[in-house]
């Protein structure tokens, strides 16, 4: 079945990257997700890779897609203490695009240390 | 835009129970999602619908009903509550655009916390 597995914690010090990995088991996928959640709030969609595509920039985020190894990473520049949160990867469910058909992986808890 | 709204926040139920989790978005979006989200896992999908009057079961349907009378509002039924069902509830609403590649608008709801004893 389709599976989408990350590591559960992360550390970093202010203002080093932070890099998020993910993989996947659909290979189907059409599209990607990478979600952020703050304690006690719902889910902020932060940036989404279609599955023709290798690599995604926007701002502090690059998107990397290696479909070859069913591997998903999210690279956070110059982590901020705001930066602090449980960030979900998620794929869409055989070929869906919509987000409706979701399947999403346990999440990583990424600790910004001053 | 309010974008999407759920009620109530948060409620206490006996198991047997049944009860109705709202969930309203005001962006006119096609799609319609509801999830789960349980300690230490991601979100998984209970029910959704691509628009007025279609719904489709997720991976986690049993025990929930849904309905889309309208574009607006999409409610999420527990016919008969069990501690099982003690989670946090998202409701989620997107809109896909015209060109390639489809840019996406998507919104979570703030969510509704369940307690079954």
């Known amino acids: 079945g389709e599976d989408v597995e990350q590591s559960l914690f992360l550390s970093v010090r202010e203002g080093d990257s932070s890099v998020i990995n993910c993989t996947y088991t659909?290979?189907?996928?059409?599209?990607l997700y990478w979600y952020k959640q703050e304690p006690g709030a719902g889910l902020q969609l932060l940036t989404y890779i279609f599955s023709n595509m290798d690599m995604k920039q926007d701002q502090r985020l690059t998107v990397l897609l290696n479909k070859k190894d069913k591997h998903l990473s999210l690279r956070i520049a110059d982590t901020q203490t705001g930066d602090s949160a449980i960030y979900f990867c998620a794929e869409s469910m055989s070929g869906g695009g919509a987000t409706n058909k979701l399947i999403f992986g346990t999440g990583t808890l990424l600790a910004v240390q001053p | 835009n309010a974008g999407v709204t759920q009620t109530p926040k948060f409620q206490v139920l006996k198991t047997g129970q049944s009860m109705t989790l709202q969930c309203a978005q005001d962006m006119n979006h096609e799609y319609m999602s509801w999830y789960r989200q349980d300690p230490g896992m991601g979100l998984r999908l209970i029910h959704y619908s691509v628009g007025a009057g279609i719904t489709d079961q997720g991976e986690v349907p049993n025990g929930y009903n849904v309905s889309r009378s309208t574009t607006e509002d999409f409610p999420l039924r527990l016919l008969s509550a069990a501690p099982s069902q003690t989670s946090v509830y998202f409701c989620?609403?997107?809109?896909?655009?015209?060109?390639?590649?489809?840019?996406?608008?998507?919104?979570f709801g703030p969510g509704t916390r369940l307690l079954v004893l």
């Open positions: 989620a609403s997107s809109q896909l655009g015209l060109d390639q590649p489809y840019q996406e608008t998507q919104y």
């Open positions: 659909d290979s189907s996928s059409t599209y």
